[in-house]
């Protein structure tokens, strides 16, 4: 018997071949297609006794410690207060009801002081549009272990 007539050998590199071919389309699609967003903003609301929880100290964690935006596709910070309290981020006081849209418009680091925060700081990293394929990969690959890890 040769080896190409035994039972589940054609069977096994089919399968084989499949999943190389779904894999190669995959990261096909993830290099060449362009990064869309249904909307550039990135909202974050600050719940209804946030600070009322804080003070009674408890820990609350609404935002997270490092915000990652993406030049062209998520790149406006929106912030609304449903808090009773006004909360401060940065050098913007947001009142009760208030909604705040930070645009970005270039790539770098930012600290802000904020209220909000846990630690009273947050860090908003802004990162470049990827342009090239390899970078596409990647960000989308960063992107499902972020989402993953703050959910």
């Known amino acids: 018997m040769t080896t190409l007539r035994r039972p589940g050998f054609l069977l096994r590199h089919w399968a084989l071949f499949s999943a190389t071919a779904l894999l190669a389309a995959g990261l096909a699609w993830a290099a060449l297609s362009p990064i869309r967003s249904a909307s550039r903003d990135q909202l974050f609301e600050i719940p209804k006794g946030t600070w009322a929880r804080r003070m009674a100290g408890n820990p609350v964690e609404i935002l997270p410690a ?4 993406t030049l062209g596709v998520r790149d406006i910070l929106v912030l609304h207060n449903l808090d009773d309290v006004p909360q401060q981020f940065g050098p913007i006081l ?4 208030q909604s705040f849209r930070l645009p970005f418009a270039m790539a770098a680091s930012y600290q802000f002081a904020c209220t909000a925060h846990a630690s009273g700081q947050m860090s908003i990293i802004v990162e470049p549009n990827p ?4 970078a596409r990969i990647r960000w989308r690959f960063n992107t499902v272990l972020r989402s ?3 959910s």
């Open 94 to 97: 947001l009142m009760p009801g």
């Open 131 to 134: 342009a090239t394929p390899w």
């Open 66 to 69: 490092e915000l990652h935006l």
């Open 148 to 150: 993953q890890r703050w």
